[in-house]
């Protein structure tokens, strides 16, 4: 720019020039067009607009009289970043094409000679755009305004060019021009709405839906509500804030939520409105006086704090909350099916506790894959689920260790520390440690299971689907116990009676053939005996306890383990006795020939299984 001093010396030239000799003299050294001035001074970017423009460049140099306040490259590139424009070229199409900018340089342009010296303290004059340009002058030099009142500081005044005057100036003199509307990311980015662009960013294909939409009108979310509905789904970025809705689909339905597919200005408000959203789902706008209130599906509502925000295909009116569609989430049942657990929708179907999840408040379920299952079942020997039940000791056991898969509030893997214990249902605790490796669940007896799946987002909670069955501490009854709860109280009499109590309970491995208080009465009216005591003198302590010991075999078989058919059994009478199954019915026939039936199969007990019988076994005596 410096070089722009030079022409303050044409004139001093001029004059030794025509103190020379005659013979030297070769005339008047000519001023610089405009174009050669403003390259010789480095003003590239006003030699490139000017030219950019067929005919502007012819335009200047044919007027009779210019003066020109020249941008510096340093003004253009302020202009650029005002714009949001990271060339010439996107200037040009930011603020409205070819004759738009013709008409802003137009407007640096005045069609008359104007020195620094002669300017008045104000002053007005027209430009080449037919728009009025204000200039003033005061001791600390010229300023120049804009149709905005933007000021520009003549930072280099009166240099001569071959038609008239340049004045540098430090910033583009912007006149009244109709811009183009800016589209919905550029008025998203100029507004700050950070998270939004980032939401509709992480979306595919939502960005170009909107921008090439023929007409929207967006209720778009501020910085701040969205991080007030981080807080309350306890997200801490809009990662978790995914993840707690349900996953990507769902964040586009609560996008979508905001997005009216028709324009509506605040002036175009009745005092209640109904729009359908890009969600399916309608959206409720009221107004009163200057107030807009936007309400969602679940009755909360938002303040429009910015309204009326143009853009190229609608508006935007910025909202102080986020609004929420029913998201439609899945119930427990409904996102165990959908993951394919299909045992785990038996089993609990099976313990009654289908109607406690789905109308839990809050929980989080460690859902068992169906492989997980099956070596539970394999671990236990059974075959199927209801085998599993009768080994664990029935419906009430499955319902404990089902609610140990429980807790009764909700716990995104995000949540998680390290180190976690919480309160099942069972009302045990779980204990969940969450490392780099992914998320571990370890039971009351030191097993553990990987969340193989985590965060299936239910209406009422989240699901983590795990690779193994957990198991609460729970106890089956000794078949002492056992006899008292069936009221078995002849056969615990005859027990006691023979010293047999502390042997039942030591046993490693039993299945007890029990009979009733009736059979036992049946045996003494049979026998002709008035009571126990009378028996145990017929037949003796050592009748009674091989009696007693008949009706026990060395080893666990429920009814279901039983071959199809008779089978011969040992016995700790040291006989053998036979076991018929037929169909779902089982029956034991003694030494005696006598058959009696199974009337209660399957108590699960500590050490193995009792099965309640009609009729007293006699063994040889």
């Not at 001093?5 to 001023?31: E, H, M, T, V």
């Not at 571990?440 to 987002?457: E, F, I, K, L, P």
Request: glycine share 8%.
């Amino acid at each position: 720019m410096t070089k722009l001093f030079k022409y303050f010396f044409l004139g001093s030239i001029f004059l030794s020039i025509l103190s020379c000799d005659d013979q030297d003299y070769q005339g008047p050294i000519p001023y610089p067009t405009l174009m050669e001035a403003a390259e010789d001074a480095g003003l590239t970017t006003l030699v490139t607009a000017v030219r950019s423009i067929p005919g502007l460049e012819a335009t200047l140099q044919d007027q009779d009289q210019i003066t020109v306040f020249a941008p510096t490259n340093e003004a253009f590139a302020n202009a650029l970043q005002e714009f949001g424009a990271s060339n010439l070229n996107e200037l040009v199409e930011k603020v409205g094409g070819a004759m738009n900018v013709q008409t802003v340089l137009g407007f640096h342009v005045v069609p008359s000679k104007i020195y620094s010296r002669n300017l008045k303290e104000v002053n007005y004059f027209t430009t080449l755009s037919g728009q009025p340009l204000q200039i003033e002058r005061s001791p600390a030099g010229v300023i120049v305004k804009d149709y905005a009142g933007n000021s520009s500081r003549v930072i280099q005044a009166d240099v001569n060019i071959e038609n008239g005057l340049v004045h540098v100036i430090d910033q583009v003199l912007i006149p009244s021009i109709e811009l183009p509307a800016p589209t919905l990311v550029e008025a998203a980015t100029k507004y700050n709405l950070t998270t939004l662009i980032t939401a509709v960013t992480a979306v595919d294909g939502l960005a170009e839906n909107l921008l090439s939409a023929d007409q929207i009108t967006v209720f778009a979310p501020s910085n701040e509500a969205f991080a007030a509905a981080l807080e309350v789904f306890n997200a801490s970025d809009l990662n978790e804030l995914v993840v707690k809705i349900g996953g990507l689909e769902n964040l586009e339905k609560v996008l979508g939520f905001h997005v009216v597919p028709a324009v509506a200005f605040s002036s175009d408000l009745q005092a209640t409105n109904t729009f359908p959203t890009l969600s399916g789902q309608e959206i409720t706008v009221e107004k009163s006086g200057g107030t807009v209130t936007v309400i969602d599906q679940l009755g909360r509502t938002a303040q429009v704090v910015a309204a009326d925000i143009e853009i190229s295909n609608g508006v935007v009116h910025v909202l102080n909350g986020m609004m929420l569609p029913d998201l439609m989430l899945p119930n427990v049942v409904e996102a165990a099916q959908a993951a394919g657990l299909t045992t785990l929708i038996d089993a609990v179907t099976a313990a009654g506790l289908g109607n406690a999840l789905l109308n839990a408040e809050a929980m989080t379920v460690f859902a068992p894959t169906n492989d997980a299952f099956a070596a539970a079942l394999e671990a236990y020997d059974a075959d199927n689920l209801d085998q599993l039940v009768a080994k664990i000791g029935g419906i009430e056991n499955l319902q404990s260790i089902l609610g140990f898969h429980v807790v009764p509030a909700v716990a995104f893997s995000t949540d998680l520390d390290a180190s976690n214990t919480f309160t099942t249902l069972a009302g045990q605790d779980l204990t969940v440690t969450k490392d780099g490796s992914g998320v571990m669940v370890t039971d009351a007896w030191g097993n553990s299971a990987q969340v193989v799946a985590a965060d299936v987002a239910i209406e009422n909670g989240v699901v983590h689907v795990i690779d193994g069955v957990l198991l609460p501490e729970y106890s089956l009854p000794n078949v002492v116990e056992a006899a008292t709860a069936a009221n078995l109280t002849i056969l615990l009499q005859a027990v006691t009676a023979a010293g047999l109590g502390q042997t039942l309970l030591d046993a490693e491995e039993m299945t007890v053939f029990a009979p009733t208080d009736q059979a036992f009465m049946n045996l003494l009216t049979e026998l002709g005996a008035g009571s126990l005591e009378e028996l145990v003198g017929m037949i003796g302590l050592d009748g009674v306890q091989k009696t007693l010991g008949f009706h026990v075999v060395p080893a666990a078989a429920f009814s279901f383990d039983l071959a199809e058919g008779t089978q011969m059994v040992p016995t700790l009478a040291g006989e053998e006795l036979t076991v018929t199954k037929s169909g779902s019915g089982v029956t034991v026939t003694d030494a005696m020939g006598n058959t009696y039936n199974v009337v209660a199969a399957d108590v699960a007990i500590g050490n193995g299984v009792v099965h309640v019988i009609d009729g007293v076994l006699l063994p040889t005596l």
